[in-house]
């Protein structure tokens, strides 16, 4: 359903999206991964036809993003990261906007988003400015859903929205993908990325690498270890001279240590840190956040 081979995009002397090859299987939900300034939010911009590619290719459902742009705008919904509908619209009135911009109406549609739509019909006379964070969002996914599209794009949709919000909206895009449609999410959020079919994880305009994320945590390289002490600052850096540290990266009150996986290895490593005071190691499964930092 989505196909980008190679494409490239550049802002002056920064490459924000670095030869990124992609392939998202129709009924697919699919993640992008990654901090701030991975690319993320350029990469959905040209696959809506939002932008020109300066190098490679991609298509959305089999069409050109350049030859046919017309034509694949007629088949996706957008959802950016920022809300971007008009507040001082009511609810009812954004949601017929949308729908007449697709030449269609909510009577003829409303079965689409039926399921999300029961959560805010009872504040369809509000002005949609007026809305809290999560009412937003679920008004967002509506107006980018009522002209039937068959690939969604959702840039960072739960940015800045609480916790059970976005709980929420996970679900409804479960709802939405067993329902067929294919969806290509973006998020900073890594605990998301479990939620997804595959992952590909980027970062600074570099693709990393994709699979789903059970994959993603079983190729983890090297053991992983959670270490603690009273003076975490010169530990930190005590870590990362460690011989056999491949990573060490602070993760709350702890630093997350990646070793390689020799014999002795741990017992070194106790050695090597005799002079620290409360020393608490501990191995530990990785998630993936730790897959990520193993890759930048």
């Known amino acids: 359903m989505i196909s980008a081979i ?20 129709r009924g697919e939900l699919y993640g992008l991964i990654g901090p701030d300034g991975a690319g993320k939010t350029t990469f959905f911009r040209l696959l809506t036809t939002m932008l020109l590619p300066d190098g490679g290719s991609a298509t959305v459902a089999g069409m050109d993003i350049v030859k046919d742009f017309k ?18 619209l009511t609810v009812e009135e954004n949601l017929r906007f949308f729908a007449a911009l697709f030449e269609t109406t909510i009577e003829q549609n409303i079965h689409l988003v039926e399921e999300i739509y029961s959560q805010l019909r009872r504040f369809a006379d509000r002005p949609a400015g007026k809305l809290s964070g999560g009412m937003k969002q679920k008004l967002a996914l509506c107006c980018a859903m009522i002209h039937s599209p068959e690939v969604l794009f959702l840039d960072e949709p739960t ?5 059970v919000s976005r709980r929420e909206f996970w679900e409804m895009l479960k709802t939405l993908k067993s329902k067929g449609l294919t969806i290509m999410v973006s998020t900073p959020y890594m605990d998301e990325a479990q939620m997804c079919d595959r992952i590909a994880l980027v970062s600074g305009g570099r693709f990393l690498g994709v699979d789903t994320p059970e994959n993603t945590v079983k190729n983890f390289d090297g053991k992983l270890f959670s270490v603690s002490a009273d003076s975490m600052k010169t530990l930190t850096a005590d870590l990362k001279a460690f011989p056999d540290t491949i990573t060490a990266f602070s993760f709350g009150d702890s630093v997350h240590l990646r070793i390689r996986d020799n014999d002795g290895s741990i017992d070194h490593l106790r050695q090597y840190l005799s002079n620290y005071k409360n020393l608490v190691i501990s191995e530990i499964q990785p998630t993936i956040e730790d897959c990520f930092m193993a890759k930048i």
């Open 159 to 163: 940015t800045g929205v609480d916790v």
């Open 71 to 88: 034509k694949i705008r007629r088949i996706f919904g957008y959802m950016p990261g920022k809300f971007s509908l008009y507040e001082d």
């Open 6 to 25: 190679n494409i490239s995009k550049n802002y002056g002397g920064v490459r924000a999206v670095d030869s990124w090859s992609v392939e998202v299987k």
